[in-house]
């Protein structure tokens, strides 16, 4: 999922996702050390996925709050 299909979410929905990938990056680590990782290019998009994630939900929050004021 690219940056312009996460900022059509709403932040609730980032979260659910945020918290998806993070279990799902916790499985690949694990299954890394276990040496059953397949794929080892999906830990790397799992965590640019989360930092994706974290960016627009800071991105969203800095819209509300100029908002607000």
Same mark, same amino acid.
């Given at each position: 999922?690219? !940056?312009?299909?996460? @900022? /059509?979410?709403?932040? /609730?929905? *980032?979260? /659910?996702? %945020?918290?998806? *990938?993070?279990?799902? !990056? =916790? #499985? %690949?680590? =694990?299954? &890394? +050390?276990?040496?059953? %990782?397949?794929?080892? +290019?999906?830990? @790397? #998009?799992?965590? @640019? /996925?989360? +930092? @994706?994630?974290?960016?627009? %939900?800071?991105?969203? &929050? !800095?819209?509300? &709050?100029?908002?607000? +004021?």
């Amino acid at each position: 999922m690219n !940056a312009s299909e996460m @900022r /059509d979410k709403t932040p /609730d929905e *980032l979260r /659910d996702q %945020l918290k998806q *990938l993070k279990k799902e !990056a =916790f #499985n %690949l680590r =694990f299954q &890394a +050390a276990t040496n059953q %990782l397949e794929n080892t +290019a999906r830990m @790397r #998009n799992v965590r @640019r /996925d989360v +930092a @994706r994630v974290n960016t627009i %939900l800071n991105q969203k &929050a !800095a819209e509300a &709050a100029k908002s607000e +004021a």
